[in-house]
């Protein structure tokens, strides 16, 4: 697990540092520079749980015919995923762009951020096509147990991004400041590194599955039980992100500096939670793949050993992340009550990180199996019964304050967490999804 994990641990740390790069050069420009992208993310947020749901359901399609010797059904698996991808992606970019000025005002978003909110989303839903087709790859890549490629990608893709965000944002020759649009142009130029690299290889035969054009036509023998599985994870993600954007609502209630520490305190968090989604995405393919061999007991002993030693480490960088709270805020921000708020939404919202891993193992076991339908019941128990419900009332008819919102936020991780383990624990996950053909039966027995 650890073998399969670590690359996509350090991938995901990678994807937390494109916001936090962008925050360090950002805060440059004033807190409300360092605020917009917060409030555009919840937002674009919304529009990659499309494409997060069926990247997961690519990786677990991939990952159980691979599993079970069945390498055309791996390939036009990726095909299908790639084909829809590409489609949807168009549509939503259009949506958002459109959207933009209008979702920006339903939240609230303060009058000195909303323009630069605004030129930041609609950069980032003109690229919504190459981020779907970078976030695409990164799960087929999963699904066959190859995370080093894609690791390897998003630290070409990282460094691009790192020399072009000074250079956008600040200008320098003949290239304007751009400000906050520069931080987005650079993510996307950065992002679609990863996106022709991806396809070339997958075409190419050269990252495990070779990929043809009829692969992309659709047929729907192959693309109804991939939108069957992948539907719910949709669900699970968009009504997650949708549940953020109202957050972000209540937390624009509470004026710029409250957006901006949280804005902050996100990245920083998303850092700590790459631990969850190394471990998580390692537990796809490996319950996946086991589940298509037949292995259910292995599959069990990984579920299980792979949630506890989750929840460890992250007990533990909760502690560290918590000692060194302070001076990180200071390097992206210089306005004390930034840091302050930002130093106490670690305090607080950072206690229930284990416990968010708990969820995400458990979830990433039911994703694997191909049983996707528990972990978006619960993810959209935990935003909206929980989370937004809790929050809304501690912070406002409470009077809580901000403090009423960390609080929401923690009580929501450590519930859902406990509920979905215990959901976990009645074994329906361990049926497989697919149906292996008869050649590829001999050849695994």
Known sequence: MLHLAWPVMLTGALQALYNLVDAFWLGRLGTAAVAAPGMAWPILFFFMSFAGGFQAAGATFVAQHFGAGDQRGAEESAGQVLAFLGLASAVLAALGFTLAPTVLRLIGAP???YPLALTYLRIECVGLPIMFLAQAFGGLMLGLGNTRLAMY???????????????????WGPIPAWGVA???GATILSRGLVAVIGLGLLFSGRAGIKLHLGNLRPRLGRILPILRVGLPNVL???????GFVVMM????????????SYTVGNRIINLVNVISWGAGSALVA???????????ERAEMIARRGIGATFLALVGLYFVTLLLRRPLFGLFVADPEVIRQGSFYIAVFGTSIPFFGLFDGAAATFRGSGHTVPPMVMA??????????LSWALAYPLGFGATGLWAGMAFSNFLAGLALIGWLQRGT???????????????AS
Do not use: C, H, Y
């Open 111 to 113: 009058g000195e951020i």
């Open 153 to 171: 990608l998003s630290v070409s893709s990282l460094l691009l991004n790192g020399a072009l965000d000074p250079l956008f944002i600040f200008g």
């Open 182 to 184: 520069g931080a987005a």
């Open 236 to 242: 699970d993600q968009a009504s997650t992100s949708l």
């Open 249 to 260: 609502g209540l937390v624009s209630g509470f004026g710029t500096a409250v957006v901006a």
């Open 286 to 296: 490996m319950v996946g793949q086991n589940l298509g061999a037949d292995q259910t």
């Open 380 to 389: 959209i128990v935990r935003l909206w019964a929980l989370r937004v419900f």
């Open 429 to 443: 996950w361990k049926r497989k999804v697919i149906r292996t053909p008869a050649a590829a039966t001999e050849v």
